[in-house]
């Protein structure tokens, strides 16, 4: 049973298109977020959403627009890539909302991101 | 901005040895979690620590907070190359927005 899934794994694209990442999870959870993973590591997260509301919102470019059409979905939509977009996304879902410290957090396996 | 530290930053050793990594910040952490990210997957939670002073432990990992929360270590005895991973801190402050460390990146040879 897979818990947080993302599709596609690997996405590899021409600078200034458009594409979307995926995120379901199948375990009755609250909260998903979506975090960026760069060449170095660094983990930084993106947003948050809990129960179909955002609710973290970090410093990112306008192209970058979360979706969520119900609480087991979170989707990734992002126009225009440029090749600083290039990095693994990871999708992640907890119980619960604001009170990190409470909540584990499940991630999924994560989106390679390739802008050409 | 709260920032965590971790180091070393690569850790390359044999099977049997001990190991600690570090994760420090000049800020209070309400709270301090510890996560492993195996090669192509996203991390796992191996523990969260709270209380200033508190020690965890995992089978032969020990994990604690530093009094002032402002520190964290993870220390692994005789370890095995089931461990092999990127070692992730995660800490939360006075908002609810996780802040990570570049993370410890451990080999252990056969």
């Known amino acids: 049973d897979t818990a947080v899934s993302q599709t596609p794994k690997y996405l590899v694209t021409q600078m200034g298109n458009d594409k979307s990442i995926k995120c379901e999870q199948n375990?009755?959870?609250?909260?998903m977020y979506w975090y960026k993973q760069d060449s170095k590591k660094f983990l930084k997260i993106m947003f948050s959403?809990?129960?179909?509301?955002?609710?973290i919102n970090e410093t990112v470019p306008n192209r970058f627009s979360p979706k969520s059409p119900d609480k087991a979905h979170l989707n990734l939509h992002i126009n225009s890539l440029e090749l600083g977009d290039s990095a693994v996304y990871f999708c992640a879902s907890s119980q619960g909302d604001r009170v990190f410290w409470k909540n584990e957090q499940f991630f999924g396996p994560g989106t390679r991101l390739t802008v050409l | 901005t709260q920032l965590l530290e971790q180091s070393p930053q690569f850790l390359s050793i044999q099977e049997g040895e001990n190991l600690t990594v570090y994760c420090n910040s000049s800020s209070v952490f309400s709270s301090l979690q510890w996560y492993r990210q195996e090669p192509g997957e996203g991390p796992v939670l191996l523990v969260t620590?709270?209380?200033?002073?508190e020690v965890k432990k995992l089978k032969r990992l020990t994990f604690q907070f530093g009094d002032a929360r402002k520190d964290s270590s993870l220390h692994i005895t005789a370890a095995q190359p089931g461990d092999t991973g990127l070692y992730l801190c995660a800490g939360s402050g006075g908002s609810y927005i996780p802040t990570f460390g570049r993370g410890t990146s451990l080999i252990v040879h056969p």
């Open positions: 375990l009755g959870h609250d909260t």
């Open positions: 959403y809990n129960n179909k509301e955002l609710i």
């Open positions: 620590v709270v209380t200033g002073g």
